[in-house]
């Protein structure tokens, strides 16, 4: 199997670009950020160009997070901010090279409305055919009154826009602690699925540990056919270097 380093989560103590380095100096096949913005996007590409890693996703700006935001493409009134966020995604993501972009919904709050996720989903699949496009189901423990709360919400969207570059980003984390059933899920929404995430549960560590028996996921994910790098996206104690054993066993 391949993993790509979620650097929201590991070194994210370090700029972008040593944090791209680091991943590569561990033996990783890919890299994947959260919010690379404060990095010009050049800068990053020719990062990835020194260490030959691919960038595999990124996520739109989530607003005014010190306010409360968590994303804002399914939010009723803030559609010019939306786009504005999907085109500077977009527009990282082409310099960059990378894959995919995770449009972020936000909170329901009563706001939320599928309608408006549908259009700006479909805002963002035309604007860039040749990228990915990911939803993300997230956890309300994490992400409290995320509008983007299920699968099952995540599947209907994705038939509801009917745009090829529309995908589900799996994340098997947030899976396991709203709905459980992960391989039963992975198996079923495979032809969906654009991208795959890995953490313990609950504590969100290595995956090593916890609810879910990652030696058996990986498998199943590995038998399913899956050959892209799986998404390492862990919250590692402070210092704490990934444990590339773990990833080694599993290759
Ligand atoms: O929280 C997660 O699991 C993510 O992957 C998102 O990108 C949101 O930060
Ligand atoms: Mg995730």
Redesign the pocket.
Known sequence: MKFSA?L?FLWADRPLPDAIRAAKAVGFDAVEC?WPYDVPAEETRSVLDETGLAML?L?TRRGDVEAGDNGLSALCHRREEARAAIDEALAYARVTGSSAV?V?AGKSRGTASKSTFVDNLAYACEQAKEITILI?P?NPH??PDYYLNSTGLAAEIIAEVNAPNLKM?F?C??VQIIEGDVTRRLETLLPIIGHI?I?SVPDRGVPDHGELDYSYVLKRIHELGWDRPI?V?YLPDEGEQPDMLWIARHR
Do not use: F, R, S
């Open positions: 979620n929201g959260h996703g996520n995770h972020m993300e997230l994490n992400a980003m994340d984390y947030h995430q953490a998404g996206e």
